[in-house]
């Protein structure tokens, strides 16, 4: 039940026909609005303009889609489908003739943190035996709504920041400490007349392909129980390809960091010294 120019106020567009005037609120309930999962449930392949409703409450009420709106999800961000709505005009011109006892009003303003003052009084002044017990911002419902999956989700961030800080760390540490054990060979490579830039190339390259082969892998196991993850995200996919492309990146760039470092300063000592160093 909706009463004014709830749509508007609420953003929700009107997708075809017209939403519910002052005459529907006064004739009675005549003229309905429905969503767009509502038509496509109730008439699906039809037009649901002019299209007609029983009402449950009363059996000689015939309801006549006039408009349908855009879908709106009442409940949570994570739902799977919109939820199918009808539009009943509230109906009168007086709120003592409204259907409902205690409706809810809806105030867009700039000033949404600061007018529940300026309303309180308006209510007063208006109908005074209708008290004004609640406030909400819709910024605060919504964020209400999504507390504790931002909570679980500030958690996950964090473990998974941490892996990837763990494994980035580890990483450089098996690469680096492979390549240093070569300084033996890139001493010999060096000495029977390898030059620098080859040997750091080598080096590097045989690094990068082992990594890649370990982001495949793992790849296809993060996709594989990408799913898991379905419940707990809101506009964000469980295969984001941002996210798989920047973790990836970031473990390719460690790979050629620890490959180049220990070759460069192998590479840059007298490969005899080395030698005889071994």
Do not use: C
Request: charged residues 15%.
């Amino acid at each position: 039940l909706v009463g004014g120019d709830y749509f508007g106020t609420m953003g929700i567009r009107v997708l075809q026909g017209r939403g519910l005037g002052d005459l529907d609120h006064t004739v009675g309930p005549t003229n309905i609005v429905v969503g767009a999962a509502a038509a496509a449930r109730l008439w699906p392949g039809e037009e649901p303009l002019g299209q007609r409703l029983l009402h449950a409450a009363d059996t000689t009420a015939w309801l006549t889609v006039v408009g349908v709106v855009e879908d709106i999800l009442l409940e949570d961000f994570r739902q799977a489908a919109p939820d199918p709505m009808v539009y009943l005009p509230m109906v009168g011109p007086e709120p003592r003739s409204w259907a409902v006892g205690s409706p809810a009003y809806v105030v867009r303003t700039a000033r949404a943190g600061a007018i529940a003052p300026d309303v309180r009084a308006l209510m007063r002044a208006e109908v005074p035996e209708s008290p004004m017990y609640r406030v909400f911002t819709m910024k605060a419902l919504a964020d209400r709504s999504m507390a504790q999956l931002s909570f679980t989700l500030l958690v996950l961030g964090l473990a998974s920041g941490l892996a990837l800080v763990l494994g980035a760390v580890g990483l450089y540490g098996v690469l680096s400490y492979v390549v240093s054990n070569r300084h033996r060979e890139i001493a010999v490579r060096m000495a029977l007349g390898a030059q620098r830039d080859v040997v750091r190339r080598m080096v590097v390259l045989q690094g990068a392909r082992m990594t890649g082969l370990g982001v495949l892998v793992g790849l296809g196991v993060a996709l594989g129980f990408s799913r898991v993850l379905d419940s707990l995200l809101f506009g964000v996919e469980t295969r984001d390809p941002p996210t798989f492309v920047l973790m990836s990146a970031v473990m390719i760039g460690v790979a050629l960091l620890a490959s180049y470092l220990p070759a460069r300063r192998a590479s840059s000592v007298d490969p005899m010294q080395s030698l005889r160093s071994e």
